[in-house]
Nanobody, 121 residues
Framework: QVQLVESGGGLVQPGGSLRLSCAAS????????MGWYRQAPGKQRELVATITSGGSTNYADSVKGRFTISRDNAKNTEYLQMSSLEPEDTAVYYC???????????????WGQGTQVTVSS
């Protein structure tokens, strides 16, 4: 099985910064795309950022210029550096990875358990 463990959430004041991490473990042959999603109370889960195996990134308009997604392939880990945080960024943040468990295996999606980010004074 593949497990994703997130860390780095918490309470931060508006204008502050946080760095989220998500480490994958288990049977992993390779990891394709990685991404971060978030879900605010009463709202649907939305895409925040993605990064391909080649390092190409994509961001939601609401976070462009403030958030940076990155990955460390040697550690099977992805990061989300969040700066200039706003109250509207308050949500549970989920990491996701597209993983191939075997050399001839299929690609499957795996999700982290979620970490709370609260932006408030």
């Amino acid at each position: 099985q593949v497990q994703l463990v997130e860390s780095g959430g918490g309470l931060v004041q508006p204008g502050g910064s946080l760095r989220l991490s998500c480490a994958a473990s288990g049977r992993i042959f390779e990891i394709n795309a990685m991404g971060w999603y978030r879900q605010a109370p009463g709202k649907q889960r939305e895409l925040v950022a993605t990064i391909t195996s080649g390092g190409s990134t994509n961001y939601a308009d609401s976070v462009k210029g403030r958030f940076t997604i990155s990955r460390d392939n040697a550690k099977n880990t992805e990061y989300l550096q969040m700066s200039s945080l706003e109250p509207e960024d308050t949500a549970v943040y989920y990491c996701a990875m597209v993983v191939k468990k075997y050399v001839l295996g299929l690609l499957n999606d795996y999700w982290g358990q979620g970490t709370q980010v609260t932006v408030s004074s």
